[in-house]
């Protein structure tokens, strides 16, 4: 689900290597992106929630109605629920390509939960998919903009709340994982955090000794 609604959506190309993810990689635009719905039932579950994280994601950032409709529908796997958000958060992707196809200005948009996230993924080699990787990086990354000054926690909150309904709450556990990575390092990074809906992002320089606070 994560290929059709995200990866294959975009000029992107890129390959993973030992030290991390999409470390190597080229813009080249494909002559058309083929995307068969029908294709998710056969899906296990688990993969179905991990791809919702990604429409959360977009929701969030783009459009605070389908942030709610997913959260309406949480736990609702039917093709007819999971077939709508699959197309609008494929919409919702090509209406920030349209404006910037080559990821640039508007990329942190479509890099939230990832900063944390991608830290997630590689501590757990494997054993957590990019969805649920992706989650717990939101869920993160919006406490930190709380304890910032730049989302309300009502929010922050809601965010969490519908990871929860979608079944992800499991993979919460695997954060301290993350906070024992980067704990005994000094570092500065660029950190995508939540602000609102519908306009959530702030690029800030935050060291990683406030991010495992």
């Known amino acids: 689900m994560v290929a059709q609604i995200d990866s294959a959506i975009g000029q992107k190309?890129?390959?993973n290597y030992k030290m991390g993810k999409n470390?190597?990689?080229?813009?080249?635009?494909?002559?058309?992106?083929?995307?068969d719905f029908d294709f998710l039932?056969?899906?296990p579950e688990r993969q179905i929630r991990a791809g919702l994280a990604e429409?959360?994601?977009?929701?969030?950032?783009?459009?605070?109605?389908?942030?709610?409709?997913?959260?309406?529908h949480a736990g609702d796997y039917s093709p007819k629920v999971i077939d709508y958000i699959s197309r609008h958060t494929?919409?919702?992707?090509?209406?920030?390509l349209k404006i910037d196809p080559?990821?640039?200005?508007?990329?942190?948009?479509?890099?939230?939960?990832?900063?944390?996230?991608?830290?997630?993924e590689i501590i757990k080699n494997g054993q957590l998919l990019h969805?649920?990787?992706?989650?717990?990086?939101?869920?993160?990354?919006?406490?930190?903009s709380c304890e910032m000054g730049y989302m309300k926690p009502e929010l922050a909150a809601k965010i969490e709340r519908i990871f929860k309904k979608l079944g992800l709450r499991p993979a919460f556990r695997q954060m301290f994982l993350w906070r024992a990575?980067?704990?005994?390092?000094?570092?500065?990074?660029?950190?995508?955090?939540?602000?609102?809906?519908?306009?959530?992002?702030?690029?800030?320089?935050v060291s990683t000794k406030k991010m495992v606070k």
């Open 90 to 96: 494929i919409e919702l992707k090509l209406e920030l």
């Open 131 to 144: 969805g649920e990787s992706i989650a717990i990086g939101m869920v993160a990354e919006a406490a930190l």
């Open 181 to 205: 990575c980067w704990k005994p390092f000094a570092m500065t990074t660029n950190a995508v955090l939540p602000v609102q809906t519908s306009f959530c992002l702030k690029i800030l320089p």
């Open 41 to 43: 039932r056969t899906l």
């Open 55 to 72: 429409s959360v994601k977009h929701g969030l950032c783009q459009e605070s109605t389908f942030f709610d409709y997913i959260e309406e």
């Open 13 to 15: 190309q890129a390959v």
């Open 23 to 35: 470390l190597f990689g080229q813009y080249y635009a494909p002559e058309f992106v083929f995307i």
């Open 102 to 120: 080559f990821e640039g200005k508007l990329d942190p948009q479509l890099e939230l939960g990832h900063t944390i996230g991608h830290a997630v």
